[in-house]
């Protein structure tokens, strides 16, 4: 499966930047008249089913099933292969809430390899620490432009037969938020621009119904019966400042701290361009700094590169060390 050519919508040193979470006369990020005409275009059965799936989905709001409702409602406007809704808090792992059509085969790679160590690469993850605003977004808005053509996308995406992600994030309080990703992929096809219009006209009511089971519904009940963290726990340090830390410490022993930076840029799917802008050196220097990583850490490959610092990283959790 080979990746498609993603559009560059923000540049190196804004990508972890906050978005605004409206445009401009109250409209959100990339909303037009034809998003908005969306569901008028509907067929009338389709319209029906999504108003039915709403109702369910606002009768269940104070259990656990609403889950399960809110993302059969989803599916009933557009077909979305698979699906996860995860509690997103400030400077913890993504805690899964709910999923749906992920295949067997792929589950300890998404379940396993991704909550308990993927997350940290991953831009949507990293955005939201930094404070994304709530609303409907494209994978491409938040990636660094090199991303999809990293190994990080190659093995939590690519290899998992997802190529699109498309989120929904709703704030709960200043360290909480529920976030919904649907991916697509699985049958080699890619989200249509009249699907991903569906989905961000719908965002408002999608937005509401989370807030609501979020806060005042059935989630508080649903996590302390798994006996999972409160919502409203005092953050830890930071996503960002947590992989920062991990990267200061991966190859210290041979590597300089500017080479660790890189090292770091590169893995989170930066190109050399970025990167350089980001650390406000030349491509040549970084071109340089690369190659002296790669010699001192014995590999020759941003593959190789990859599977060192999750191995390294699957160690340090292992034996206790934040």
């Known amino acids: 499966m080979s990746t498609r050519q993603q559009p560059r919508s923000l540049n190196a040193r804004r990508f972890l930047g906050v978005l605004p979470a409206t445009g401009p006369a109250?409209?959100?990020?990339?909303?037009?008249?034809?998003?908005?005409?969306?569901?008028?275009?509907?067929p009338l059965p389709a319209l029906q089913a999504w108003h039915g799936g709403l109702a369910q989905a606002f009768m269940a709001i104070e259990r656990s099933d609403f889950l399960e409702q809110l993302a059969a409602a989803l599916g009933s406007l557009t077909p979305i292969e698979s699906m996860m809704i995860s509690l997103e808090r400030k400077g913890l792992p993504p805690h899964l809430l709910y999923e749906q059509g992920i295949p067997r085969e792929y589950r300890d790679d998404i379940i396993n390899r991704y909550f308990s160590r993927g997350y940290l690469l991953d831009p949507f993850c990293l955005a939201v620490d930094s404070g994304l605003a709530e609303g409907f977004y494209d994978l491409a808005q938040i990636a660094p432009d090199d991303f999809f053509s990293s190994e990080y996308y190659k093995t939590y995406y690519l290899q998992i037969g997802a190529v699109q992600d498309c989120y929904y994030i709703v704030d709960l309080n200043p360290q909480s938020k529920l976030s919904v990703s649907l991916f697509q992929g699985l049958s080699a096809g890619h989200f249509s621009p009249e699907q991903v219009a569906l989905m961000r006209a719908v965002e408002p009511i999608v937005r509401e119904l989370l807030r609501r089971f979020g806060t005042s519904g059935g989630m508080p009940q649903m996590l302390g019966a798994a006996g999972s963290e409160p919502v409203g726990n005092a953050p830890q340090a930071s996503l960002n400042q947590q992989i920062e830390s991990a990267f200061m410490n991966f190859g210290s022993h041979v590597l300089t701290v500017r080479e660790r930076e890189i090292a770091h840029l590169i893995l989170r799917g930066h190109s050399v361009k970025s990167t350089a802008q980001v650390l406000e050196i030349s491509p040549e220097t970084v071109r340089m700094h690369r190659k002296n990583l790669y010699t001192k850490l014995d590999i020759s490959s941003q593959a190789e590169l990859f599977s060192l610092f999750i191995d390294w990283l699957t160690q340090r959790r292992d034996t206790g060390v934040a």
């Open 26 to 42: 109250g409209r959100l990020p990339g909303m037009t008249d034809s998003h908005s005409d969306s569901l008028a275009t509907l």
